[in-house]
Antibody
Framework: QVQLQESGPGLVKPSQTLSLTCSVP??????????WTWIRQPAGKRLEWVGR???????DYNPSLKSRVTISGDTSKNQFSLELSSVTAADTAVYYC????????????WGQGTMVTVSS | DIQMTQSPSSLSASVGDRVTITCQTT??????LNWYQQRPGKAPKLLIY???KLETGVPSRFSGSGSGTGFIFTISSLQPEDFATYYC?????????FGGGTKVDIK
């Protein structure tokens, strides 16, 4: 089931920038049938959609995070990345990358998740 | 944002039981709703999309129904591997949003 792979620091200091990368199966990031998405889940809480990237480079972000989020892609490396600036303890969560099937908004492929803690 | 309310938030059931979970939304979302299963420490797994369509490879004991603002997810005969947390998710509007989850544990 798990075919995506997140990587990045597990600990980030408050006010700094959280940076994560997701590696996807070769060539997939060019697919016009999918969005490439970041989702997070604080401990014991519901899943929260962070934002997504389309093959054209266009992005959509959760308005609650929009001023702090950047999602970008690197087709040469088959990767896409998340940057979240000015982090606080409220950004502590498991971060998942996922593939969203276009037209049905369904996340049909996920990474295993990576825990990111914001603490000094 | 479209708010998603699942009920119950948790339930206890036995192997073989029929389990039903509901999801209500604050706006009409047609059938733009998906269901996921999440086992502890694992990523969610897509079970149902577009309210009632079974994802490839998912057992037929899982089903979904509903449209508009009210949806139902059913496990017809609970199996040991089904003890997990289940989430609904809408894709009618951005931001995409999830329900609060229903934890199914062993009675």
């Amino acid at each position: 089931q798990v075919q995506l792979q997140e990587s990045g620091p597990g600990l980030v200091k408050p006010s700094q920038t959280l940076s994560l990368t997701c590696s996807v199966p070769s060539g997939s990031i060019r697919s016009g049938n999918h969005f490439w998405t970041w989702i997070r889940q604080p401990a014991g809480k519901r899943l929260e959609w962070v934002g997504r990237l389309f093959t054209t480079g266009s992005t959509d972000y959760n308005p609650s995070l929009k001023s702090r989020v950047t999602i970008s892609g690197d087709t040469s490396k088959n990767q896409f990345s998340l940057e979240l600036s000015s982090v606080t303890a409220a950004d502590t969560a498991v971060y998942y990358c996922a593939r969203e099937r276009r037209w049905v908004g369904a996340f049909d492929m996920w990474g295993q998740g990576t825990m990111v803690t914001v603490s000094s | 944002d479209i708010q998603m309310t699942q009920s119950p938030s948790s339930l206890s059931a036995s192997v073989g039981d029929r389990v039903t979970i509901t999801c209500q939304t604050t706006q009409d979302i047609n059938t733009y709703l998906n269901w996921y299963q999440q086992r502890p420490g694992k990523a969610p797994k897509l079970l149902i999309y577009d309210a009632s369509k079974l994802e490839t490879g998912v057992p037929s004991r899982f089903s979904g129904s509903g449209s508009g603002t009210g949806f139902i997810f059913t496990i017809s005969s609970l199996q040991p591997e089904d003890f997990a947390t289940y989430y609904c998710q809408q894709y009618r509007n951005l931001p995409l949003t999830f329900g609060g989850g229903t934890k199914v544990d062993i009675k």
